[in-house]
């Protein structure tokens, strides 16, 4: 009885060929999801900033810049903003 030896080669690339190179397509984000992403962060933490402040220095008088426009309406919809681009980011496809 013969017996069936293959005798083949593992296949070893060599360094500096083309096989070595990791495939782009094989990473989820690529350069634009990054940049969206990080934009995102930035309109979150513009977001943020514009919520602080407002406290009063005496803390039996009421200060009615808590309630101001920008705490109220404007920083609210940035932040949002900065969300919805963040989760744009993460489901977008990369090309």
Do not use: H, Q, W
């Given at each position: ?47 943020y ?29 940035v ?17």
């Amino acid at each position: 009885m013969s017996k069936n030896t293959d005798t083949k080669k593992p296949n070893v690339s060599k360094p500096g060929t083309t096989e070595n190179k990791i495939d782009a397509a094989a990473f989820a984000f690529g350069r634009e999801n990054f940049i969206l992403l990080f934009i995102s962060i930035g309109l979150l933490l513009i977001g943020y900033f514009l919520m602080a402040g407002g406290k009063s220095t005496d803390p039996n008088i009421f200060n009615e810049e808590v309630f101001s426009f920008r705490r109220i309406t404007l920083a609210p919809i940035v932040v949002m903003a900065g969300y919805a681009l963040a989760i744009y980011a993460i489901v977008k496809k990369a090309d």
